[in-house]
Structure formats: C-alpha cells, structure tokens
C-alpha cells in the first residue's frame, strides 16, 4: 500500500532538489555573467540528481498506486461473477 508519509517523502526530496539548482540564482550568490563557483556546480549537480530521484519516486509511487487499483478491481469483479454464480444456482 501506497502511504501517504511515503509519498511526502519523495515529493520532499524533488523539492529539495528543485531548490539546490535554483538556489545559487535566486539567492543570488552565482553572480549573472560569471563562470560559476564551486558551490553553484555542486549545488545544481546534487540538485538535479535529487529532483531526478525525486521524480523517479514520484513515477514509482504513481505505478504502484495504478497496480494497486488494478488489483481492487479484479478482486471487485471476481468477488461480483461468484456472487451472480451463487445467485443463478439458487
């Protein structure tokens, strides 16, 4: 089952990621027109390794929520055909 910690969880981490590449530019410590430092490679880097598991994540969870619904609905429709059996034997 899919939690609900769970999935905050993962959308935490695309968001930490989405900030760390956006920091150095809105904080404005990667000045416009300079190469970048050291710290603007490495927080884009991390950021965009993040927001890629973050994402990943995101597609995981929406997968096994779609199996999860799947499976429900098989177990709906099998519970419904041994009921409509019991109820045309009688």
Same mark, same amino acid.
């Given at each position: 089952?899919?939690?609900?910690?769970?999935?905050?969880?993962?959308?935490?981490?695309? @968001?930490? !990621?989405?900030?760390?590449?956006?920091?150095?530019? /809105?904080?404005?410590?990667?000045? /416009?027109? *300079?190469?970048?430092?050291?710290?603007?490679?490495?927080?884009?880097?991390?950021?965009?390794?993040?927001?890629? *598991?973050?994402? @990943?994540?995101?597609?995981?969870?929406?997968?096994?929520?779609? !199996? &999860?619904?799947?499976?429900?609905?098989?177990?709906?429709?099998?519970?419904?055909?041994?009921?409509?059996? &019991?109820?045309?034997?009688?």
């Amino acid at each position: 089952m899919v939690s609900r910690i769970g999935v905050a969880g993962v959308v935490a981490v695309f @968001a930490a !990621g989405i900030w760390l590449v956006a920091a150095p530019f /809105a904080l404005g410590y990667q000045l /416009a027109g *300079a190469g970048w430092t050291g710290a603007t490679k490495t927080d884009v880097i991390t950021g965009g390794l993040l927001a890629v *598991a973050g994402f @990943a994540g995101l597609f995981g969870v929406t997968i096994g929520r779609v !199996g &999860e619904l799947y499976a429900d609905a098989r177990s709906d429709a099998s519970l419904a055909s041994t009921a409509d059996r &019991e109820n045309s034997c009688s």
